[in-house]
């Protein structure tokens, strides 16, 4: 072999010697690397499981919460639907005692003056002729 045939075979050889070398330190590198991220995962699901029960609690309570609104308001629609029947039922029976006794005097008032009005026609003497005057309506 010529002397520049060792030459770049000693080159080659160094370039291959540096390349394992470079391999070998990130090979470590990326080892170091890995041990890092994993801790940092650890650290970080160790911050994060605390928060995730809190999450959950906070579920669980607005869940309670929610359902327990739903109770009253189901209280509520049920005082109200029995509190407008009672004001009906009371309206009703406000109506009945008023309203009958109220028909009943207008139609003793509308006697009374019909029995009025008989009276002054006699009085005054002119007596109605109905005869007469059904006659003239008849068609």
């Not at 060792?6 to 080659?12: A, D, K, P």
């Not at 391999?23 to 160790?46: H, K, M, N, P």
């Not at 308001?73 to 005692?97: G, M, P, S």
Request: aromatic share 4%; net charge neutral; charged share 25%.
């Amino acid at each position: 072999m010529s002397d520049w045939a060792t030459v770049f075979l000693g080159v080659i050889a160094v370039a291959m010697l540096a390349t394992a070398v470079m391999q070998v330190a990130v090979l470590l590198a990326a080892g170091s690397l890995v041990r890092r991220i994993g801790r940092f995962v650890d650290g970080v699901e160790q911050d994060v499981k605390p928060i995730l029960g809190h999450l959950n609690s906070i579920g669980r309570d607005a869940s309670r919460a929610a359902s327990l609104a739903s109770v009253q308001v189901e209280r509520v629609d049920r005082v109200f639907a029995t509190l407008v029947e009672r004001l009906e039922e009371t309206l009703e029976t406000i109506q009945t005692a008023v309203g009958k006794p109220a028909r009943e005097a207008a139609a003793l008032i509308a006697g009374i003056r019909a029995a009025l009005a008989i009276i002054r026609d006699i009085r005054a003497g002119r007596s109605r002729s109905h005869t007469d005057e059904d006659d003239a309506l008849f068609i």
